[in-house]
């Protein structure tokens, strides 16, 4: 079993930035992609971002390339979603996903991912 925490949400205005992480417990000793979803209200859960094991692969939703940068430290079991020039359209839950033990290489479809955070809000102001 994964646990994962998502930390860093909060209420930021349009153009601003905040940084997410997430921070793996558990089976960390298993190699796994890990990804970003986000669910908006009265909408389905969205991907947003994915990272292969190594961090040396990554793939962005078209909402967000060139605004968000995931990135992980696997010594620290953690991942980040660095967001920028933030627009009210962003503002969701954000979950952060791990694939299966073994699963290295990232996809966009939820049920790609075996474990998930209890997700951190985002609001972006106008």
């Known amino acids: 079993q994964v646990q994962l925490v998502e930390s860093g949400g909060g209420l930021v205005q349009a153009g601003g930035s905040l940084r997410l992480s997430c921070a793996a417990s558990g089976r960390t000793s298993s190699r796994y992609a890990m990804g970003w979803f986000r669910q908006a209200p009265g909408k389905e859960r969205e991907f947003v971002a994915a990272?292969?094991?190594?961090?040396?692969?990554?793939t962005y939703a078209d909402s967000v390339r060139g605004r968000f940068t995931i990135s992980r430290d696997n010594a620290k079991n953690t991942i980040y979603l660095q967001m920028n020039r933030l627009k009210p359209e962003d503002t969701a839950i954000y979950y952060c996903?791990?694939?299966?033990?073994?699963?290295?290489?990232?996809?966009?479809?939820?049920?790609?991912?075996?474990?998930w955070g209890q997700g951190t809000q985002v609001t972006v102001s106008s």
């Open positions: 990272i292969n094991w190594s961090g040396g692969s990554t």
């Open positions: 996903a791990a694939r299966g033990p073994g699963l290295l290489l990232p996809v966009t479809t939820d049920s790609g991912y075996s474990y």
